[in-house]
């Protein structure tokens, strides 16, 4: 349909007469040729219109564009706003039954945003489900390849972490988290340097390291934390420290629990 199809159509469905619709913008003749294609609005007269007709300017603008676009369209503020109020998920849910490119890439970035901030606080069972909706969506858009890969190598983290597979595929790291979280890179030289001295029997020197990096482990994510609390119960343990290492196993089995919501 072209625009001014699209006008009278809409006018229509308002009950406006063109003289309603044009009070104080344009004449009702010029309405009129707009409506029956004889004349070509500029495009402020398209806008004022719009509004007036509470549609989106786009709507009238595509000639592709049909009902469901109207209504995609208008919920985009809605989108914008849970969006930026950080609610991911229900800005993606929002856009799962659009089927247009521009919707899917969207909420395969708003469940991917959501899965992340899940994985942070350590609730991997529901950061996977968001995981694996990202990839989902994802393949309905030929601009989402970048986010797909992102949600595939995260699921595999995941799986890892919990032990549903023995390694991480897509190229992970052994510190796993290191490829897909904010992670410094001072918190990765560390935790290398002592697990290359627990490698070289020295659990004493590493344990030390390990302690005075698990604040800063705290901050990089829960992933981050659980490999660190793993490599220093093991320290502490093989150095006799039975009490602080049953520390770290108390505080990992309650990451553990919380890893399964």
């Known amino acids: 349909m072209t625009a001014g199809e699209k006008i009278k159509v809409l006018r229509k469905e308002k009950n406006l007469t063109q003289s309603v619709l044009t009070d104080g913008l344009i004449t009702r003749n010029m309405l009129s040729q707009i409506e029956n294609g004889v004349a070509n609005p ?40 849970l969006y930026v109020e950080g609610k991911k998920d229900e800005c993606a849910e929002l856009l799962d ?12 970035l708003c469940y991917a945003e959501a899965g992340a901030e899940l994985m942070h606080i350590g609730r991997l069972f529901s950061a996977r489900e968001m995981l694996e909706k990202s990839i989902d969506r ?32 897509h190229g992970i790291d052994g510190y796993g988290c290191a490829t ?22 020295e659990t004493g020197k590493a344990a030390e390291i390990l302690s ?21 119960e093991a320290c502490l343990k093989a150095e006799g420290d039975i009490a602080g290492a049953y520390g770290c196993a108390e505080r990992r089995l309650s990451m553990r629990e919380e890893m399964n919501r």
């Open 138 to 169: 994802a393949e309905k858009s030929v601009f989402a390849s970048v986010i797909a890969g992102y949600a595939k190598r995260s699921v595999d983290l995941i799986d890892c972490v919990m032990g549903r597979s023995q390694d991480p595929a």
């Open 180 to 201: 897909l979280s904010e992670v410094p890179s001072s918190v990765i030289s560390q935790h290398s340097d002592a697990r290359r001295l627990m490698n070289e029997g």
């Open 212 to 232: 005075g990096l698990v604040s800063e482990a705290e901050k990089s994510g829960a992933i981050c934390l659980y490999y660190v609390l793993s490599d220093l």
């Open 97 to 108: 039954k659009y089927d247009d490119d521009e919707s899917a890439l969207i909420s395969a």
């Open 42 to 81: 500029s495009l402020s007269t398209l806008s004022a219109l719009a509004e007036r007709l509470s549609v989106p300017l786009e709507y009238l603008i595509s000639e592709s564009a049909g009902p469901k676009d109207m209504e995609r369209l208008k919920n985009r503020e809605n989108v914008r706003a």
